[in-house]
């Protein structure tokens, strides 16, 4: 069992920064792959970011490569999302998730342990 949960969210201007965390706890929380999604009102929870457990890889999506980044201190048993130069667009509800296995990262259904979530809003 892993349990998860965000912290970070806020209201925040367009072109702003703002990070995310995710504390994990568990036995095993840190053989886990941890992703990032993310759903705004009236649209489909939509993937945003995964790292492996060894933080090694990482992948995201289109959307926000380049302004995103995503990271975890597996001491601290933590993962983050360092979010940049922040759109309207990125407003939305950010979960943190958690499954075995770097292959099918954008299926959220594939993730076993989720967040409470955290709301952004970025105005513009």
């Known amino acids: 069992q892993v349990q998860l949960v965000e912290s970070g969210g806020g209201l925040v201007q367009a072109g702003d920064s703002l990070r995310l965390s995710c504390a994990a706890s568990?036995?095993?929380?840190?053989?886990?792959?941890l992703g990032w999604f993310r759903q705004a009102p009236g649209k489909e929870r939509e993937f945003v970011a995964a790292i492996s457990p060894n933080a090694v890889n990482s992948y995201y999506a289109d959307s926000v490569k380049g302004r995103f980044t995503a990271s975890r201190d597996n001491v601290k048993n933590t993962v983050y999302l360092q979010m940049n130069s922040l759109k309207a667009e990125d407003t939305a509800v950010y979960y943190c998730?958690?499954?075995?296995?770097?292959?099918?990262?954008?299926?959220?259904?594939?993730?076993?342990?989720w967040g409470q979530g955290t709301q952004v809003t970025v105005s513009s």
């Open positions: 998730a958690a499954r075995i296995g770097f292959v099918r990262l954008r299926t959220n259904s594939d993730y076993d342990y």
């Open positions: 568990g036995r095993t929380s840190s053989s886990y792959v």
